[in-house]
Structure formats: C-alpha cells, structure tokens
C-alpha cells in the first residue's frame, strides 16, 4: 500500500486566526470598556511568561549573605592613598 503525501498533508493543514480577533472572541460584546477588557487579557498573558522559576532564581548559602552584608574595612586603601600623596611640604615650611 502506498500513501500519496498529499492527501497526508490536505487533512493536517489548520487555519491559522489574527490575535486579534481571537481577543474580540474572548471578550464581552458590550461595547463600553472593550479596551480596558482587551488590556486586561493582554496583561494576562504577559504576566504567565514573565513569572518567576526555580529555575531562574539563584541560591545562596548564608555564608554569602553574612559576607555580603558585613561592612569592609577602608583601611588598607586609604593608607595606601595617604602615603603616596605626590605633594609633600618641605622640613622648612613646617618646622617654627
């Protein structure tokens, strides 16, 4: 038995409808507030794409945490400025 590819394809082709129409079809056929209805449906579709995961969000122990919160000492870099200050005053200038 030999099956011809046409007829194969004939049956499996499916219209394909404008987004458009598809929300006219979802909502009311009241015509006050349709753009706020339309809005309303759209923000929904969005709002399932863009919801957090697992996945998506990053684990951290407490260990990082602490050290993340903890303040760091300035020190060594504001020593490392104060001694290398290139404009030093003269003996003379600073002895009374």
């Excluded at 979802?26 to 579709?45: C, D, E, M, P, Y």
């Excluded at 919801?51 to 020593?79: C, G, H, M, P, W």
Aim: hydrophobic share 25%; proline share 0%.
């Amino acid at each position: 038995m030999i099956w011809e590819l046409s007829d194969v394809t004939k049956g499996q082709k499916k219209k394909r409808t404008k987004k458009a129409a598809s929300v006219m079809e979802q909502i009311s056929t009241n015509k006050q507030g349709v753009r706020k209805q339309i809005r309303r449906l759209q923000a929904h579709k969005t709002s399932r794409k863009n919801k957090a995961t697992v996945k998506d969000k990053q684990i951290r122990n407490a260990l990082e945490e602490y050290k993340k919160k903890q303040k760091k000492s300035q020190f060594d870099s504001n020593l490392q400025y104060f001694l290398r200050t290139s404009c030093k005053m003269d003996g003379s200038c600073t002895d009374k």
